[in-house]
């Protein structure tokens, strides 16, 4: 069975950055996205990045220029590069893996989260 653990979180100010890191165990068949998700309190989980198997990368518009995704095939992990970090972006970040076996399947993480200080 897949397991994702993000690591990476804390607190950080306005400004500054982090990098989550999404480590995956187990094997994803055939196709595998990959993502990373937040949700701030009292708001609804939003898309934050993708990653395709191919490297095909697509962010939220409120993330451009700011966060880069980035994929270690080999390492099985996935990370999440947070410059310019805003208030805003205060959130638990999720990482999410999607493939296929017998069926579509996904799994998430269980979660990190970023606090940015103003």
């Known amino acids: 069975q897949v397991q994702l653990v993000e690591s990476g979180g804390g607190l950080v100010q306005a400004g500054g950055s982090l990098r989550l890191s999404c480590a995956a165990s187990g094997t994803m068949f055939s196709i595998n996205v990959m993502s990373w998700h937040r949700q701030a309190p009292g708001k609804q989980r939003e898309l934050v990045a993708v990653i395709s198997n191919g490297g095909s990368t697509t962010y939220a518009d409120s993330v451009k220029g700011r966060f880069t995704i980035r994929r270690d095939i080999a390492k099985n992990t996935v990370y999440l590069q947070m410059n310019s970090l805003k208030p805003e972006d205060t959130a638990v970040y999720y990482c999410?893996?999607?493939?296929?076996?017998?069926?579509?399947?996904?799994?998430w993480g269980q979660g990190t989260l970023v606090t940015v200080s103003s």
């Open positions: 999410r893996g999607s493939w296929y076996q017998d069926g579509f399947r996904e799994q």
